[in-house]
């Protein structure tokens, strides 16, 4: 995918979810992660179920998968189970034939990112720079992936 094409699909997710952070954009790329290795252009044969903390910024990456795959909580294709741990991992099912992947936030990045990000005084700016930072960082250095 064009670098941007990934820009477009940051901003259309920016416009939803009302500014832009990093965990946005990790919702923004696990999406296209997922949507590539499932081999599917867009979410329509999609459910997405995620887990993960149920708190900001953590809950960003929500609003990243619903711009990207049109998978929401209002059409009930995306689901969210609250955990306690800081591990991050979302479920990309495709209804026609259960087919999945399964996308984990490496744990390194989530730690990083936390570091950066604390404390939450971090300005408007910083958060940017950390966004499209992350936005230009491959893919296998942000996540672990399963299929099945
Ligand atoms: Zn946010």
Redesign the pocket.
């Known amino acids: 995918m064009e670098k941007s094409e990934i820009a477009a699909l940051i901003e259309n997710a920016e416009k939803l979810?009302g500014?832009l952070?990093p965990?946005?954009v990790i919702g923004v790329k696990m999406s296209l992660f997922a949507m590539k290795n499932l081999k599917v252009k867009n979410g329509d044969n999609l459910v997405v179920k995620a887990k993960l903390r149920a708190k900001?910024?953590y809950t960003?990456i929500l609003d990243g998968i619903q711009a990207t795959t049109s998978c929401t909580f209002g059409n009930r294709k995306l689901s969210l189970e609250e955990t306690d741990s800081s591990e991050i991992i979302v479920k990309f099912v495709l209804k026609n034939n259960g087919k999945q992947a399964t996308i984990q936030l490496r744990k390194e990045i989530v730690e990083y990112l936390n570091r950066e990000m604390r404390p939450l005084k971090i300005s408007d700016l910083e958060l940017r720079k950390l966004a499209w930072e992350i936005a230009e960082t491959p893919e296998e250095k942000l996540f672990t992936f399963e299929t099945q």
């Open positions: 979810h500014h952070g965990f946005l900001t910024p960003c």
